[in-house]
């Protein structure tokens, strides 16, 4: 009963909806067997901490198909989505509370809670994740400034110059995002966002 307790609290946690019997069963079977085999309870608990980590249901985002029709996302998958979109990381309470209400459907909710999640410093990671592979930002260095033609580039006075150059798409993809502008900006922008080192090399 007590372990089933802990499994009850976690299991949820782990694969980010509320657990099946089935799933929880096969936990504590793992749990059992075990204690069976003579391991202390921490020892047994902990091999079905493992079990749960080991899960395909916490490694992946999964998403069950009952055949090979498209369906509607519910409330959770909604959250998942959203939550490793914007954060790269796992619905947090709010966001679980709202897919337990089924209110993640309705199209104003989801709004406000993008606006919310945006907001908070955990969106650092849409730059770090999407921009970044979108824009194959980890490309550019790639890309060498010959030293004999450009040799003012790499003098001292322009030491945080590359650094500056690689840095100007993914502040100008943040500028797009934090001020709610049109995507086609990317491709017709009189603008950008740059330092002074930039600056002056413009």
């Known amino acids: 009963?007590?372990?089933?307790?802990?499994?009850?609290?976690?299991?949820?946690?782990?694969?980010?909806?509320?657990?099946?019997?089935?799933?929880?069963?096969?936990?504590?079977?793992?749990?059992?067997?075990?204690?069976?085999?003579?391991?202390?309870?921490?020892?047994?608990?902990?091999?079905?901490?493992?079990?749960?980590?080991?899960?395909?249901?916490?490694?992946?985002?999964?998403?069950?198909?009952?055949?090979?029709?498209?369906?509607?996302?519910?409330?959770?998958?909604?959250?998942?989505?959203?939550?490793?979109?914007?954060?790269?990381?796992?619905?947090?309470?709010?966001?679980?509370?709202?897919?337990?209400?089924?209110?993640?459907?309705?199209?104003?909710v989801r709004d406000q809670q993008v606006e919310r999640m945006l907001s908070d410093p955990k969106a650092d990671a849409v730059i770090d994740g999407f921009a970044t592979q979108w824009l194959k930002a980890h490309e550019f260095d790639r890309f060498e400034i010959d030293n004999s033609l450009y040799r003012e580039y790499h003098s001292f006075e322009n030491a945080g110059l590359n650094s500056a150059i690689n840095s100007e798409p993914l502040e100008f993809f943040t500028e797009i995002l934090e001020r709610d502008l049109c995507v086609l900006i990317f491709l017709n922008s009189d603008w950008t966002i740059a330092n002074e080192d930039l600056a002056r090399l413009y």
């Open 1 to 108: 009963g007590y372990a089933r307790d802990i499994f009850d609290r976690l299991i949820p946690r782990a694969i980010r909806r509320p657990e099946e019997d089935i799933e929880i069963e096969r936990i504590l079977s793992v749990v059992s067997n075990e204690l069976d085999a003579g391991q202390s309870f921490p020892d047994s608990v902990q091999a079905g901490v493992i079990a749960t980590l080991c899960s395909p249901s916490f490694l992946l985002h999964f998403e069950k198909a009952d055949s090979d029709e498209f369906r509607p996302l519910n409330d959770y998958e909604i959250a998942n989505r959203l939550s490793y979109f914007i954060w790269s990381s796992m619905p947090d309470g709010e966001l679980f509370e709202l897919a337990e209400q089924g209110r993640l459907k309705d199209q104003k």
